[in-house]
């Protein structure tokens, strides 16, 4: 939504001025590294469903591409300012989460449960 209607998504879902001018100011591949995260996720869900072993790599490369768009938040740019506490928790709860199904993909593929 954010690409498709622009600056009125990001006004109805309660964004400010300096919110949506962080988000036209950021960079071309933080976008591409929290789209891999992103799709990492989608696609490391699909394949677990599908009882593949390729839903490891798909949650590492959905971590890598957390991680790094973490790195550009909290520490190339002001986004850990605009964030404030709750961004901070939710940051905390997503990588959390992704930690979660790596550790999972990892141990169903060494039970055997993943083909």
Do not use: K
Request: no cysteine.
């Amino acid at each position: 939504m954010s690409h498709t209607a622009g600056d009125a998504y990001f006004r109805t879902v309660g964004l400010t001025p300096a919110h949506i001018a962080y988000f036209h100011a950021m960079p071309a591949w933080v976008t591409a590294v929290w789209a891999l995260g992103v799709w990492g996720a989608v696609a490391g869900s699909v394949l677990l469903l599908l009882r593949s072993r390729w839903a490891f790599a798909a949650f590492a490369a959905s971590l890598a591409g957390l991680l790094v768009s973490l790195v550009y938040t909290y520490g190339l740019s002001n986004g850990a300012e605009l964030a404030g506490a709750q961004g901070v928790i939710m940051n905390l709860v997503i990588t959390a989460g992704a930690l979660f199904f790596l550790w999972f993909a990892r141990r169903m593929a060494r039970r055997g449960v993943l083909r």
